[in-house]
């Protein structure tokens, strides 16, 4: 991922077949400065959020956390998704959360609203709005409100198109 300053966001891993440790990382475009940007030993997620911040997933021996990352530097806590908490999506105004567990798609408003279920099924994305999800379902898509109420259905898998800064105004 690039962010604002044309730097690359990546995980640093020792090996890629056995990353025990992946670190999030920036890199100047021009490959002369390598700058760690959390203590996190196990990153495997991160957002742009539309206030510059980053919402980085990680794991931990108590389950997945997800931190935010001001650009200056300092971490602040957004949630504690506990154990099993895969595919992790924030909404990029940092009000809300959405993740899988054991094949069901849970979201919760931060910062302290409580996980409600959204529906059977995986890999939750939220719109560049944040007011809608698309949730892959063993029949293809479903795009549903914050509420769970289905908007639409797709019989493929299908994602939200790339939302340059400033589209979601």
């Known amino acids: 991922m690039i962010d604002v300053a044309g730097a690359i966001l990546t995980l640093r891993v020792a090996s890629v077949e056995a990353p025990f440790v992946s670190r999030l990382v920036r890199v100047a475009a021009d490959g002369s400065q390598l700058t760690m940007l959390t203590d996190e030993q196990l990153v495997y997620g991160v957002q742009p959020l539309t206030d510059g911040s980053l919402a980085v997933t990680a794991h931990r021996p108590e389950g997945t956390q997800v931190t935010r990352v001001a650009p200056k530097g300092g971490t602040q806590p957004l949630a504690d998704l506990g154990p099993d908490a895969v595919n992790v999506s924030v909404a990029s105004n940092g009000a809300a959360i959405a993740w899988e567990r054991r094949g069901e798609v849970f979201l919760r408003d931060l910062p302290a609203g409580q996980p409600q279920r959204l529906a059977v099924g995986g890999r939750p994305r939220f719109a560049p709005d944040g007011q809608a999800l698309l949730v892959d379902t063993p ?10 109420r289905t908007i639409a259905t797709f019989t493929t898998q299908v994602a939200f198109d790339g939302c340059a800064a400033g589209c979601e105004s």
């Open 139 to 148: 029949t293809g898509t479903v795009l549903m409100d914050l509420r769970a």
